[in-house]
């Protein structure tokens, strides 16, 4: 059975069974996955086009689940050749002597599958092959068929091949990688070979370079019946599902850690807003995996302020953020900005995630009292060096405090919870403009206006 055929019943299969054609690949439901649905179904090349970090080689490289779980090859075939229908001459020759005594293996899916990442360097020995000088050298002729090292496409005959990045191919290259899949003949050094490979097609390019830089050639490009256009998360609940299913857990640290829902939010506003932003290259893109990233930088520091500070539990706070500026910085391209501007957009982002954070979460109607609590000139410390309990003691001394904060805090009354939500009232109340607030490295004090 064509492995194209094979691929469509899977797909039948698991569609009539209510099942995603990819597993673990959220926010495309309704938009990527019917389409690729659709493709396999019609037996058509794909080509995903998207900017980075939009799950593109996590749902090539799961298209081989769509194999059946074992194949039969003729024993020793270089490029799986059926025993029924044999390519190569080696296994030409073997079947037409064996017959039905031909040995035969079985390949798992998981070994049908072949990938290159193309670069201007990439070659034709690398994708098709090349004469094999050590066969050469043993005697037999250049004419000889056998003298030849396959490469990475008919190595993948009967699965799937994937080229991401296709655009970074030279179009030489894309040429002889058209032969090889339509014409079905190649040439190598003057060998003229016919391979009627059986390959399903999967690519990943840039919009911007498959677009602007050309640089597919018109018939490769035609040789897709189908092209399939990524995104990123249409909204915060999808950002936040794919960041708890990415991020690692830190079960093994010697503290428990604690992630507030609003502090994962602002995590995940900041690349949303980072998205929206005209000084962020928005060619480039802002991936997901810039959240996955800060969620874990944020984690990593409110363990070592836990550790440092000798608190039973780890919960982030608002003065912890400023340990995604590294984070961030290193997978935003920012453009045109001054030396240290890059740092400030940065601040920004955060300082808008926190203030859309803290409006979600603290409904005007508890703030009111919070700010009046403020009238007779008390004054509060903030930052990531004090310990939890200065915090539960800054409740009893400014007792209007106490409403925000139980709204922010239903699942845990603990210390270190305690801080976390009181950090998000006090820099909201600042940032909405209701509290004045001096900073000093890290260290913040808060007073009424």
């Not at 799950?55 to 039969?72: C, G």
């Not at 002729?141 to 396959?150: A, C, F, I, M, V």
Request: with cysteine; aromatic share 4%.
């Amino acid at each position: 059975m064509p492995v194209k055929e094979e691929i469509r019943r899977n797909v039948l299969g698991r569609v009539s069974k209510g099942r995603p054609v990819v597993e673990g690949v959220l926010g495309y439901s309704d938009s990527v996955l019917p389409a690729l649905e659709h493709a396999l179904i019609a037996g058509h090349d794909v080509i995903f086009l998207g900017e980075r970090g939009q799950a593109k080689s996590r749902m090539i490289r799961s298209l081989v689940n769509l194999l059946d779980e074992w194949l039969p090859i003729v024993a020793g075939s270089e490029i799986n050749d059926d025993p029924y229908r044999p390519v190569s001459r080696m296994a030409r020759d073997l079947v037409a002597e064996a017959g039905d005594d031909t040995p035969v293996a079985w390949l798992h899916r998981s070994e049908r599958y072949g990938e290159k990442l193309a670069t201007p360097d990439t070659s034709m020995a690398d994708l098709i092959g090349e004469v094999d000088p050590i066969k050469v050298a043993e005697g037999r002729y250049l004419s000889d068929e056998l003298t030849l090292h396959y490469g990475l496409v008919p190595r993948t005959n009967r699965g799937i091949f994937a080229i991401n990045e296709l655009p970074d191919l030279a179009e030489r290259i894309q040429v002889g990688l058209l032969d090889v899949l339509e014409e079905r003949d190649v040439q190598i050094r003057g060998h003229k070979v016919r391979l009627p490979l059986d390959i399903l097609l999967v690519a990943s390019a840039n919009p911007e370079d498959y677009t602007n830089r050309g640089r597919i050639i018109t018939p490769l490009k035609d040789r897709f019946g189908a092209r399939i256009r990524t995104h990123y998360p249409q909204d915060l609940e999808t950002e936040l599902t794919i960041v708890a299913q990415e991020a690692r857990s830190f079960e093994s640290a010697p503290v428990r850690l604690y992630f507030p829902e609003y502090m994962s939010e602002i995590v995940a506003r900041v690349s949303q807003l980072a998205r929206r932003n005209p000084r962020v290259s928005q060619h480039s893109g802002v991936s997901v995996r810039l959240s996955v990233t800060n969620q874990e930088t944020l984690g990593a520091a409110a363990i070592r302020r836990a550790l440092r500070e000798g608190d039973s539990e780890a919960v982030p706070r608002v003065s912890d953020l400023g340990a995604l500026v590294s984070s961030t910085l290193g997978k935003l391209e920012i453009e045109s900005l001054e030396e240290g501007e890059d740092e400030e957009l940065v601040d920004k982002l955060i300082k808008a995630a926190v203030l859309q954070t803290f409006r979600e979460h603290c409904p005007p109607e508890t703030l009111g009292q919070a700010v009046n609590g403020f009238e007779d000139g008390k004054v509060v410390h903030a930052g990531p060096d004090l310990p939890s309990q200065n915090y539960v003691r800054i409740l009893e001394e400014v007792p209007a405090l106490r409403t925000p904060v139980n709204v922010l805090t239903p699942e845990s009354e603990s210390p270190a919870a305690i801080a976390s939500a009181l950090e998000l009232v006090l820099e909201g109340l600042h940032l909405s403009k209701r509290l004045n607030k001096e900073a000093a490295g890290a260290r913040a004090t808060y007073r009424a206006r």
